[in-house]
Nanobody, 120 residues
């Protein structure tokens, strides 16, 4: 099982980006999926998460600007980033709880990270 994140890039303040994360492999079930970010010198923080039923949760600093969504049929998750600020600059990681074939419990998986850089 792998998580593949994509969509990062360099954008000016006020701009937008859309991140994607796709899970692949022998997947039985995916529970909560989330986006985390880590800026230089800072701890990794949860940005947004979404349950399999579509309930969402956001860190206060991105509420009203970022939107998380998922497509269960495609084992995919997205993060729409609008009104970007320089303080949003970080490596963004996707995360998911996944049950893979032959197992009966959820395991935590991480994508490789995608860089988002917002210039002022």
């Amino acid at each position: 099982v792998q998580l593949q994140a994509s969509g990062g890039g360099l954008v000016q303040a006020g701009g937008s980006l859309r991140l994607s994360c796709t899970a692949s492999g022998n997947i039985v079930s995916i529970s909560t999926m989330g986006w985390y970010r880590q800026a230089p010198g800072k701890q990794r923080e949860l940005v947004a998460e979404i349950t399999s039923g579509g309930s969402t949760n956001y860190v206060d600093s991105v509420k009203g600007r970022f939107t998380i969504s998922r497509d269960n049929a495609k084992n995919a998750m997205y993060l729409q980033l609008n009104s970007l600020k320089p303080e949003d600059t970080a490596v963004y990681y996707c995360n998911a709880g996944i049950v893979r074939a032959g197992r009966y419990t959820y395991q935590d998986y991480w994508g490789q990270g995608t860089q988002v850089t917002v210039s002022s």
